[in-house]
């Protein structure tokens, strides 16, 4: 039996299994995804188990190609550089580098347990890796070299991030506010919420060659808001969805809409709810597999990948029509 806390993205597996049971499926407890849009490759991060896999993807054919076992039992934030096709997935006391060409790992880092998200400046070949749990601090690390390149505390738990325009920016889903972190000289301001912010998403909006930065956070006390925090303007406002336990988050850039993930508990099957960023209004509320826990989004093939935790699958939404097109199993 598995369960699912939204609220610590903490993952729980009991498993009953008999000797002759292979090792990979007692490890199957999916909770984070990645795309590579330029190869359309998707990498899904099982989680905790006595041997953790990144399972591989092949968004053209939606069928799962390759396993690659992550030492150490956890595989939980994952993110891709496309433009080196390197894979970053947390692991607990080190930090696994994947190449996405051979599904080697090719380098491991170690971080002293980080178990947070991970996030990747493309443009300047960064990683920034949040320790998780009870750590306040924010791992910078050179993608060229492999190597932590600087350590930064900050005034709360590390544990969600998110990059766009600007600035990275960081929740810990336990108490109230967002810091903005310039990555230019890691100094931080603290932006407000509506209550507790946990999972987090950016988006800029274009109008008129004029941008607006919008960041957008779960709130995860309440669960039923998503707070738009507009940094540009510094004014904010509350997107109430419909269902309780609002999780993963994020912007397509194909058709402009917020994707929300939906936990409606451990044996109920979750939803995708789709909202329109500038009237709030939502577009459509998608069923989807039991304890819906990473999201993630590729614009360029307007596809969205939800991995759920509980029933050890990955559904697949066309952004095109909102609807699950494949649902996909990573035991």
Known sequence: MKAFRFRTLVCALTTFAF?????????????????NATTNMVYVGDGYGPIAYVSVIDGGTSTVV???????GVAVGIAVNPSTNKIYVNGGANLFVIDG?????????????????????????????ACGGSCSSLLVIDGATNSIVRVVTLPKFVRNLALGFGGLYVSDGITSGILAVNTSDYSYTTLPSYDVPGALATW????????????FASEWSTSDFIWDYNVTTSTGGTIIVPQKRAGRLGMNGKNNLLYVNIYNGDYTPGTVQVVNPLTYALVASIPIGVGPAGLAINSTTNRIYSVNNIDSTVSIIDGSNNTVISTVSVL
């Open 204 to 215: 800029t909006q274009v109008v008129r060659l004029h941008f607006s930065l919008h960041v």
């Open 19 to 35: 000797a002759l049971v292979p090792a990979h499926l007692l490890a199957s407890s999916p909770v984070s995804v990645a795309v």
């Open 101 to 129: 060409s051979t599904n080697a790992i090719v380098a491991e880092i170690p971080t002293g347990g980080s178990q947070g998200d991970i996030v990747v400046d493309v443009t300047k070949n960064l990683i920034y890796s």
């Open 66 to 72: 390759a396993q690659i076992p992550i030492p150490g």
